[in-house]
C-alpha cells in the first residue's frame, strides 16, 4: 500500500506564489516519477509536472517558467514551487508516483487525494 499526502494548497491573489508538498510512504520504495497534476472544474486532468528519480524535470507548457518542482528522494517526497499564479491556475492539484514509469499515468500510478489552489483576480 502507497500512500501520498499533500499539503500547501490554498487561496492567493493574482501574482502571488504558493509551495505544494507531498510526500510518500508505504511499500513504494524508490518511485521513478513524482509530480503534480491538476483539474479544473469541467476539464480533464493534466500535467502540472514530474521529476524522476535521476531529477530530469517535465513540465507543461503553461507552467514552464513560473514553477518549479524539486524532490529529496531520501524521504520520497516532492515539492512544488508555484509563483506567479494566475486565475486559470485554480484547480485541484494531484501529488503522484508510479515505480517505473517517468510520467503518471491515471490507472497505474499512485494519486493523493488532492489539494484546492485558488487564485483570485
Known amino acids: 500500500q502507497v500512500h501520498l499526502v499533500e499539503s500547501g494548497g490554498g487561496l492567493v491573489q493574482d501574482g502571488g506564489s504558493l509551495r505544494l508538498s507531498c510526500a510518500a510512504s508505504?511499500?513504494?520504495?524508490?518511485?521513478?516519477?513524482m509530480g503534480w497534476y491538476r483539474q479544473a472544474p469541467g476539464k480533464q486532468r493534466e500535467l502540472v509536472a514530474t521529476?524522476?528519480?535521476?531529477?530530469?524535470?517535465t513540465y507543461a507548457d503553461s507552467t514552464k517558467g513560473r514553477f518549479a518542482i524539486s524532490r529529496d528522494s531520501a524521504k520520497n517526497t516532492v515539492f512544488l514551487q508555484m509563483n506567479s499564479l494566475k486565475p486559470e491556475d485554480t484547480a485541484v492539484y494531484y501529488c503522484?508516483?508510479?515505480?517505473?514509469?517517468?510520467?503518471?499515468?491515471?490507472?497505474?500510478?499512485?494519486w493523493g487525494q488532492g489539494t484546492q489552489v485558488t487564485v483570485s483576480s
Open positions: 521529476v524522476t528519480r535521476s531529477l530530469t524535470p
Open positions: 503522484c508516483a508510479d515505480p517505473i514509469q517517468p510520467l503518471c499515468y491515471a490507472e497505474s500510478s499512485y
Open positions: 508505504g511499500s513504494m520504495l524508490s518511485p521513478n516519477a
